[in-house]
């Protein structure tokens, strides 16, 4: 990603304790979707961090629709 002043622009990251906040999950739950590989995550080393932008879509591909009748 680059900012139109040409330098880079860094995308937001979480770590697992600020994820498992923002879904309403505990952090063993974040873990076992790591692990599983279920959500889009970054390794830094041996650190797991979660790009925001790519957790909102995400979230938004996990929605279900209803069938109203």
Known sequence: M???SGQTKFPELIDIATLADLLGVNQRYVRRMVAERRV???KV???VRFDLAD???WVEAQRQSVNAK
């Open 55 to 57: 957790i909102r879509e």
């Open 2 to 4: 680059k900012e139109q």
């Open 45 to 47: 080393g041996h650190l």
């Open 40 to 42: 889009p995550m970054i």
